[in-house]
């Protein structure tokens, strides 16, 4: 087999490899998860939140309005019931 130094030369370069990459982990992809995880939060957020605009409280506003004013209809009589 190979001599005892060039084992123990191979292991410790290993052992180094590993924690360059365990330092690359932690210093370029855990920030990168973290900003995409941050995007898709805030992109459910406002995904989910009712939008409030001029649109929708005139929509309320019209709404209200027409309840004052509406009369009721079935299917069966679509003449307004009295």
């Not at 005892?4 to 365990?22: H, I, T």
């Not at 406002?46 to 209809?73: L, Y």
Request: hydrophobic fraction near 40%; glycine fraction near 2%.
């Amino acid at each position: 087999g190979k001599p005892k130094k060039e084992m123990l030369k191979d292991k410790k370069e290993q052992k180094q490899d590993m924690q360059e990459a365990w330092q690359q982990i932690t210093t370029v992809v855990l920030p990168t998860l973290a900003v995409v995880v941050l995007l898709i939060v805030v992109f459910v957020y406002v995904a989910m939140r009712p939008a409030v605009t001029d649109h929708t409280i005139n929509s309320i506003m019209e709404m209200g309005e027409n309840k004052e004013t509406a009369q009721c209809t079935t299917a069966a009589d679509p003449e307004p019931v009295q």
